[in-house]
């Protein structure tokens, strides 16, 4: 079954205009869409002409359809994501760098997860994933090391 969008109120049709003509690309992109189906364009005929997958087409269509115009505004969900500082970055890496038990700990192998402990012990974060080490590792290039090096 085909998806369109629903009939525009006159007031929808002009935020729409409206947002086509701004200057926020990702409004432009999503008002143009809603305005293609709503003219009888059918999702595969439309992602040739704006350049999108169909799957994200129906997204927009959806959410317009749900909640009117306000549900093609883009939400961010939580907060900022947490940022860390260079400084910080380089004390993670000198910290998988280094050996547990020169550091007075009771392993001789670092894991992702007690990385992350340690680096929030030592103070260099107040919080940090498990995840987030391995991303900053991995920019890195680095290898954690343990007893096994000597």
């Keep these: 079954m085909a998806l369109y969008a629903r009939k525009l109120t006159e007031a929808e049709e002009e935020q729409l205009k409206r947002w086509l003509a701004g200057n926020d690309a990702a409004l432009q992109h999503r008002a143009k869409i809603i305005l293609l189906s709503s ?8 992602g040739p002409l704006v350049k999108s997958h169909p799957a994200n087409l129906r997204k927009w269509i959806h959410r317009f359809n749900e909640r009117g115009c306000e549900g093609l505004r883009t939400v961010r969900s939580g907060g900022p994501r947490l940022r860390f500082t260079p400084q910080q970055r380089q004390e993670i890496i000198r910290l ?17 997860h007690r990385l992350a402990q340690q680096a929030v012990r030592y103070g260099i974060v107040d919080r940090i994933s498990h995840e987030c080490v391995r991303q900053i590792l991995r920019e890195a290039h680095c290898q954690y090391k343990g007893d096994m090096d000597n």
Excluded: C, H, M
Aim: net charge positive.
């Design 39 to 46: 003219q009888g364009y059918r999702v595969p005929e439309i």
């Design 96 to 112: 998988a760098q280094s050996k547990p038990r020169d550091l007075g700990l009771n392993f001789s192998r670092w894991t992702l």
